[in-house]
């Protein structure tokens, strides 16, 4: 006979699960940025609700790429603006996925904004400053750290300083400031969960150029917004691998 209620973890297990067999680097980016998220939901002092929150909503906030063709998500080289909002999309479709589950609504809101940006230019929505779910912007802190510093099969991650310096960088434009300021406090911490290997086959290339998507900024209109200078990239980068603006 069939139990007539599934528990809330029992249900995430399963996505969770789904997820790691669809993407496996996703997955471990996933718990990564759950715990990174959890430390400076901490700092905060949020309630327990809303830490809980925080801390589903990081596990899941990927779980769009589940509908993202492999063509795209596993491009090795530059992406065109039509990949670009599909890759993007992925905030959507998690949202679509998850506000079906009575008991993950809250959580879908979360999913679906953790790509906007503090001054408004990122998406799907284009909000900005306090309109942006405070969890959201917690998991952009946390997700940006995390793409930065976690080495790939195709180069290996920033330094932890430099990505901590590269997020403060992009404060009050990218990411929230009060956010930052936390995140300032707790980094120490994450050094300790920085990802040192490739993903387990050696041949995963999600986000081979795709750096620019780090930025979180809005793809319309066949045109991306600004993109010539990418998240993670010291001024020597640039100058060695300067990409066209999509």
């Known amino acids: 006979m069939l139990p007539l209620t ?22 471990e980016h996933s718990f990564r940025v759950a715990e990174y998220s959890e430390r400076i939901s901490e700092d905060m002092g949020l309630d327990a609700d809303m830490h809980q929150r925080v801390h589903i909503a990081a596990h899941l906030h990927d779980i769009g790429k589940i509908g993202v063709s492999d063509a795209v998500l596993n491009k090795p080289g ?11 999309s992925h905030s959507r479709i998690g949202y679509n996925i998850l506000s079906r589950i009575p008991m993950l609504r809250e959580i879908s809101e979360i999913v679906l904004h953790h790509h906007e940006r503090f001054d408004g230019k990122g998406y799907p929505r284009g909000l900005m400053g306090d309109k942006i779910p405070l969890e959201s912007r917690i998991i952009a802190v946390a997700d940006a750290f995390d793409a930065m510093t ?39 911490q994450f050094f300790l969960y920085k990802s040192s290997d490739p993903s387990p086959n050696d041949a995963h290339f999600a986000f081979f ?33 300067k990409r066209q603006s999509l």
């Open 150 to 188: 976690s080495d790939r099969p195709y180069r290996k991650g920033m330094p932890s300083d430099d990505a901590v310096r590269e997020i403060n960088r992009h404060k009050e434009t990218q990411f929230c400031p009060l956010i930052v300021n936390s995140f300032n406090r707790v980094a120490p």
């Open 6 to 27: 599934v528990s809330l973890h029992e249900l995430i297990d399963v996505v969770i699960t789904t997820l790691d067999a669809r993407d496996p680097y996703t997955l």
């Open 78 to 88: 530059k992406l065109t603006n039509a990949e670009m909002k599909e890759i993007q």
């Open 209 to 241: 150029g795709h750096e620019d998507l780090m930025l979180s900024k809005m793809v319309c209109n066949g045109k991306n917004l600004d993109l010539s200078v990418s998240v993670g990239q010291t001024n020597a980068e640039m100058n060695r691998h």
